[in-house]
């Protein structure tokens, strides 16, 4: 394989530099349907479950993006629920606080970012997510992640998701890479993650994902844990 300077490494967040979150969705919905109709609470919880999971399966169709507060109103349409936008906003904070015990880093994220920053590379953070900026931010800003992370994009503030290949342009963009050849993406879905890196010319890390196999894509390695990230990138820029 030729050599080539890595000089931006970008990761995917949730089950790449945070912990995947196995909570139940329906949790933190019951919390938001308690808000929004408590005389309807079921309906709302369940409504609110399946308006998520055809947002998440959009990844394998138009690829557009969403944000909370987009799907909350998507939901209450659906039920016929009549929500100021006011309502909508009290309701989003009530599913962001029921995620907020999950959200845990993993603790070589720090170490392994700051390795690649002395080596000289650019670092980008895409995450596909509904959840607004200020919500990722405080949790990257609590672990001593944002000063460490150049560049940081959020679909729920993009016109569309990984695996599209915008989305990965604009990261590269956002890191001053022209040649997606000399960038590296990480991440946890063979899918948005493997096959979308490599379809605009990034290589591609899985960190694999055990409730995952949405896709054969192929990565062009394999890691278990973020500091063997380091080696691959040596070797590719040797």
Known sequence: MAAMAVDAVVFDWGGTLSVFVEAELVDAWRMVARHLAPDREDEVTEALVVVEEEFWATTATHQRSASLTQLLAAASE????????????EAATHHLDAWTPHIVHDPDAAPTLRELRERGMRIGLLSNTHWPRTFHEHFLERDGLVELIDARLYTSEMPFQKPHPSAFRAALEALGVHDPGHAVFVGDRPFDDISGARGVGMKAVLRPNRFLSDSDAEPDAVIDRLPQLLELVDRWSA
């Open 78 to 89: 659906r039920l016929g629920l009549d929500t100021a936008e006011a309502l909508l906003e």
